[in-house]
């Protein structure tokens, strides 16, 4: 053997150990992905649990001839990690209110949290809305719901979650919360501008992920 084809044997010896050692690589990292996600699939994480606790609007005004709607709405919302071994990251969070089906206020964005196994998280933000444009009709459903005592409002969240199982973190997944809440108009209002209005009755939220 020339010392040219020995050349060309080392080299290709060489190339032959470091393909070895990429395929050996990629075999270990997908052997560790696939053990990962056989888990993940096992203990199938449940999505979490939320409860409206209290809603209270301090303003619900509409403005002349209707078309405008002023809010300021505090609402209480407990969410509950229901998994014993995975832990759930709330990465973004924009809560808001709906009114039949159009949105009354500005979104509010959430701090990012970090749910362990079987915590309890609880936020109690303002959401809030300025002179917000709304269909015509719906100062006059306003009038009769203020005129009836209830105003029907819907507290939404709409953001990102990520599970986490052991070292292993997952992508982000949509979540999507819809809290329905019947607010007693018993004390304070008049005409179109409801001064104060509370709710009281404490139920499961519908979620979706």
Request: proline share 5%; aromatic share 12%.
């Amino acid at each position: 053997m020339t010392e040219k084809d020995w050349s060309h044997h080392i080299d290709d010896e060489r190339h032959n150990l470091q393909r070895r050692l990429i395929t050996a690589l990629i075999v270990f990292v997908i052997l560790i992905l696939f053990t990962i996600l056989l888990i993940f699939l096992i203990l199938r994480p449940t999505k979490p649990h939320f409860i409206l606790q209290d809603a209270t609007v301090y303003a619900f005004n509409t403005s002349t001839p209707f078309n405008f709607l002023t809010t300021n709405i505090q609402i209480t919302i407990a969410s509950r990690n229901p998994n014993d071994k995975i832990g759930i990251y709330y990465d973004k969070l924009d809560v808001y209110a709906t009114y039949r089906g159009q949105q009354v206020t500005l979104p509010t964005l959430l701090p990012q949290t970090y749910q362990g196994h079987k915590d309890v998280s609880i936020w109690s933000p303002f959401v809030y809305g300025n002179n917000v444009p709304i269909a015509p009709y719906l100062g006059n459903e306003i009038s009769q719901d203020i005129l009836f005592g209830t105003i029907l409002l819907n507290v939404r969240i709409d953001g990102r979650v990520r599970w986490k199982v052991g070292s292993f973190i997952s992508g982000k997944y949509h979540l999507y919360v819809n809290c329905p809440a019947y607010v007693g108009i018993g004390g304070k209002f008049l005409g179109n501008s409801v001064v104060v209005g509370k709710y009281q009755l404490v139920q499961n939220c519908h979620v979706d992920v």
